[in-house]
């Protein structure tokens, strides 16, 4: 059935790592979105793609990237450099204008 | 820059008891205005769309409308399944999604 992947549901990252969290959607959507929830706060956009092969930095972009080779894909690394990355990451896709969620990807820094 | 407000932060109801959540927005033209609800540890689940000042949408127990400055979500004779927190974003001519920080409903039985 169709919808949008999000893994692993749990992710410990050790200071100084770089981790990489995937999303895939099989629902040919061509826009893709990566948001940040912190508790208490509404989702912040981190990168989007309207197109393979061409992302925009969102609002928090720093200590982040990602990359579209393909359509159905859109994984997000969350660098070193990011000081302050325990928190929960949300995924979506988009046709005509809704949004549509992954189930998210809650990472912890230990 | 847009802005979406949402209030109350919390709100807690007795199961039946009818109540409204608010959604403030400014925007640089409007291209939707999105609700969602959201449970604890997932993600936002899609509710309505709404396009245009003096728009409704319904679904079930719940009734969303919009004006040119704000959007109410109205929640008629809740029940303990519907607590969850409600999010609202709008989207503007850049094609820019802004959210706002949600309202955390608790209903009681």
């Known amino acids: 059935d169709g919808g949008i992947t999000q893994s692993p549901k749990y992710l410990f990252r050790k200071e100084g790592q770089n981790v990489t969290l995937s999303c895939e959607q099989n629902l040919n959507h061509d826009a893709m979105y990566w948001y940040r929830q912190d508790p208490g706060q509404g989702l912040r956009l981190i990168y989007y793609s309207q197109i393979v092969n061409d992302f925009q930095k969102g609002d928090i972009a720093e200590g982040y990237s990602v990359s579209r080779e393909k359509k159905e894909s859109f994984p997000l690394t969350v660098t070193s450099a990011q000081k302050n990355p325990t928190a929960f990451y949300l995924c979506?896709?988009?046709?005509?204008?809704?949004?549509?969620f992954g189930q998210g990807t809650r990472l912890t820094v230990v | 820059e847009d802005q979406v407000t949402q209030s109350p932060e919390a709100l807690r109801l007795q199961e039946g008891e009818s109540s409204s959540l608010n959604c403030s927005y400014t925007v640089s033209g409007l291209r939707g205005l999105f609700w969602y609800r959201q449970d604890p540890g997932k993600g936002p689940e899609f509710l309505f769309t709404l396009y245009s000042a003096g728009e409704e949408k319904e679904k079930e127990r719940l009734k969303a409308t919009l004006t040119k400055k704000e959007s109410f979500l109205h929640i008629t004779a809740p029940k303990p399944e519907d607590s969850a927190t409600y999010l609202c974003?709008?989207?503007?001519?850049?094609?820019?999604?802004?959210f706002g920080a949600g309202t955390r409903l608790t209903v009681k039985p």
């Open positions: 979506a896709s988009s046709i005509n204008g809704e949004a549509f």
């Open positions: 974003a709008v989207r503007d001519n850049n094609n820019d999604m802004r």
